[in-house]
């Protein structure tokens, strides 16, 4: 079955410290990658994706770059901000009849000043 | 606009009690779900709504049961609530074709007292 494995948290940094949260999945077939966001209260979104092998996503100053050979996806961040404090979830997802997302249990970071 | 809402954002009910949470998307998608999220952040997946029918179910007590007016709402209604129910309810939806994000309401924490 598909499977996503996420590094376990909390991931404890201090501003402007590079950050690397790590994700391996297991998927039959060609899936695609996500990393989500997950702030205080609030529901889940969308941080950056990869659609397949060696693309790179990147945004807010977040990279994941999609390795097909590692089964990997980490998520990277050069500095990261006291606001960048939140849950973060690997996933993946391939199409067909019976697709669903596949989460990742999530890593919590957080930021001191 | 928001693009996942759903209603309402607490619940607090006695044990026994039948309650209902209702979801609507305005993104035009054709796939809902509800994820559960306990208190360890752990995401998992309880129901796939596709057009409307059910495509996917995942082991779920018989005591919850979705229902899909049509294909921009999907409610969960729970029956006989217990304590182990008390957790946070997810809404989310995605185009059903493709490897597309998924995107979330804002979630609906549940106590069961």
């Known amino acids: 079955g598909n499977s996503v494995t996420q590094m376990e948290g909390p991931v404890t940094l201090s501003e402007e410290a590079f950050l690397t949260i790590n994700c391996t999945y297991t998927?039959?077939?060609?899936?695609?990658l996500f990393w989500y966001v997950q702030y205080p209260g609030e529901g889940l979104q969308l941080l950056l994706k990869?659609?397949?092998?060696?693309d790179k996503g990147s945004n807010k100053g977040f990279e994941a770059t999609y390795r097909k050979e590692t089964t990997s996806f980490h998520l990277e961040k050069g500095s990261v901000q006291v606001s960048d404090s939140a849950v973060y979830f690997c996933?993946?997802?391939?199409?067909?009849?019976?697709?669903?997302?596949?989460f990742g249990r999530g890593t919590s970071l957080i930021v001191h000043p | 606009d928001t693009a996942v809402s759903q209603t309402p954002k607490y619940l607090v009910t006695q044990m026994g009690n039948d309650k209902s949470i209702k979801c609507e998307q305005n993104?035009?998608?054709?796939?809902m779900y509800w994820y559960k999220q306990d208190s360890k952040k752990f995401l998992k997946i309880m129901f796939s709504?596709?057009?409307?029918?059910?495509?996917i179910n995942e082991t779920v007590p018989n005591r919850f049961s979705p229902k899909s007016p049509d294909k921009a709402h999907l409610n969960l209604h729970i029956n006989s609530l217990e304590l182990g129910d008390s957790a946070v309810y997810f809404c989310?939806?995605?185009?059903?074709?493709?490897?597309?994000?998924?995107?979330f309401g804002q979630g609906t924490r549940l106590t069961v007292v």
């Open positions: 709504y596709n057009n409307k029918e059910l495509i």
């Open positions: 990869a659609t397949k092998a060696d």
């Open positions: 996933a993946l997802s391939l199409s067909g009849g019976s697709y669903i997302p596949t």
């Open positions: 989310a939806s995605s185009q059903a074709q493709g490897i597309t994000e998924a995107f």
């Open positions: 998927a039959t077939g060609y899936p695609s």
């Open positions: 993104l035009g998608h054709d796939t």
